[in-house]
């Protein structure tokens, strides 16, 4: 009888750890990947890097090319509103199962998300240590939307859900100093997301995910252009 194959603890972390510094910037986009030269810095063996590295490029956070290995993905305005549509999609169908399922309890850890959330945005709101905050703030917003899908039921959702959360920040890192924070329109746009989940009316809360993405998108163009 063969004994089920585990996974190895190690390459779970050098995969973690790497995907993390992609997303936040400290791996910077385009910039090369080489397994040689970052295993000295995440105490993993070339293999170890390799491995996850085109775990990696399979998810959308890295690229790979023969002859030239393997680079951090540069920020696409075509791709990162790809990404966001997808996002909308996961996060409307995991809201609407979780309002649908969803029990007292999960609507206790979604209050509590959105009031950690709405108790930075109001601290960054009055200007107050911003970019001292912001990766917190990205932290908490994070967590928000975790929690709106948390009764969904399916595992697979909320895997689906944290790969476009990721790559989508990752994108948004890459371009906007802000890191996606935009004042009183955000807050408000978190506030309406909330009502609508706790009304358990699964049409508004669609509505108010695709506003959020809407307004953000005028938002960024903007700081682009």
């Known amino acids: 009888m063969t004994t089920p194959a585990r996974s190895d603890p190690l390459r779970t972390s050098v995969y973690q ?14 910039g090369k990947l080489k397994p040689q030269i970052l295993a000295h810095g995440y105490a993993a063996s070339p293999a ?32 990162v509103w790809e990404i966001a549509h997808f996002r909308i ?15 007292v309890r999960w609507e206790a850890n979604l209050l509590a998300a959105h ?12 200007g107050k240590e911003i970019e001292e905050n912001l990766r917190l703030w990205s932290s908490y917003d994070r967590a928000f939307h975790e929690a709106l899908i948390g009764a969904c039921g399916s595992d697979l959702l ?10 989508f920040k990752q994108h948004v890192i890459a371009q906007d100093a802000t890191l996606g924070f935009r004042g009183e329109e955000l807050v408000r746009e978190h506030g309406d997301i909330l009502t609508s989940a706790l009304d358990r009316d699964p049409l508004a809360c669609a509505k108010a995910l695709r506003l959020h993405f809407e307004t953000y998108k005028r938002f960024s163009d903007a700081v682009i252009a």
């Open 115 to 126: 009031h950690r959330l709405s108790h930075l945005e109001g601290h960054l709101r009055g």
């Open 48 to 79: 170890a890097l390799r491995e996850a590295l085109l775990r990696l490029a399979s998810e959308g956070f890295v690229t790979s090319a023969p002859q030239r290995g393997f680079s951090a993905a540069r920020p696409n305005p075509e791709t």
């Open 17 to 30: 750890r790497l995907r993390t510094d992609l997303v936040s910037g400290v791996l910077p986009p385009g």
């Open 89 to 103: 999609l996961i996060e409307t169908e995991g809201a609407r199962l979780s309002i649908l399922h969803g029990d």
């Open 158 to 167: 909320k895997d689906q859900h944290r790969i476009s959360f990721d790559r």
